[in-house]
């Protein structure tokens, strides 16, 4: 199973003057497409930062994807700093000039022509079928922070990310952690294909404890789930779904 993690940058995000959508819906997202989520960073708007983040994330993940940073205004750093990242430097794509002067005509400036410098070694995804293509710099993609622009890119590259659907079962109990803690502890152990969870709630009398099972493997899941429940007495299992 491949993994992913979730670079936010935004100084804006970091003081609450925007919400950050992006992250929530990659994380949805993510997981349909059977990729397993590991991180989620948010940082500021500071190079170092960037350069630092990205570089640890792509060694210790298959996929990054950042979001934010990315346009013609002074605070847009997320591409210089995912050339330093690499050890590379900035170059301006001819593919990219070819687009903003077609877009901005008359308009276009100095700034704007910012837009078309990437990181050397860059890899432009959906030329010529995006509005404006996806900057892959390795294993990172580099994603604008509006969230409408950010979905319309991740939806053109969800097909090259899909893999095998995660399979998750839930078991609901009516008993506390204390009494389960040790079943789910050893059917973990002997069961290290999947992931098991305990999600206690105490604001509802239909159930105590959910437990979730999960992995790529359906035959896995159902290992573990029966392995779970034959260890629990009958009457503390609410349901199984």
Do not use: C
Not at 148 to 163: A, C, I, T, V
């Amino acid at each position: 199973m491949s993994t992913a993690a979730i670079v936010v940058i935004g100084n804006e995000v970091l003081s609450g003057k925007v919400d950050d959508e992006n992250a929530r819906y990659l994380i949805r997202e993510l997981r349909a497409l059977g990729v397993r989520l590991e991180r989620i960073s948010v940082i500021r708007d500071d190079l170092a930062a960037i350069e630092r983040e990205v570089r640890e994330a792509s060694a210790a993940h298959t996929h990054v994807f950042t979001s934010g940073g990315v346009g013609a205004t002074h605070d847009d750093m997320t591409m210089l700093g995912v050339a330093r990242a690499f050890g590379v430097a900035l170059e301006r794509h001819p593919e990219l000039v070819r687009l903003l002067e077609a877009h901005y005509r008359d308009r276009r400036t100095d700034t704007v022509m910012r837009m078309a410098d990437v990181p050397a070694g860059t890899e432009l995804l959906g030329l010529g079928e995006l509005l404006f293509p996806i900057v892959k710099v390795r294993n990172v993609h580099v994603f604008p922070g509006v969230p409408s622009y950010l979905r319309m890119k991740f939806e053109y590259l969800k097909p090259r990310l899909r893999e095998k659907a995660i399979v998750l079962r839930q078991i609901f109990v009516n008993v506390g952690e204390s009494l389960i803690a040790d079943a789910m502890a050893e059917v973990q152990a002997a069961h290290p294909d999947v992931e098991i969870g305990s999600y206690p709630r105490f604001d509802t009398k239909e159930y105590r404890v959910k437990i979730t099972v999960e992995s790529g493997d359906e035959s896995a899941v159902d290992r573990a789930v029966a392995a779970l429940a034959g260890r629990f007495e009958p009457a503390w299992i609410v349901r199984v779904e």
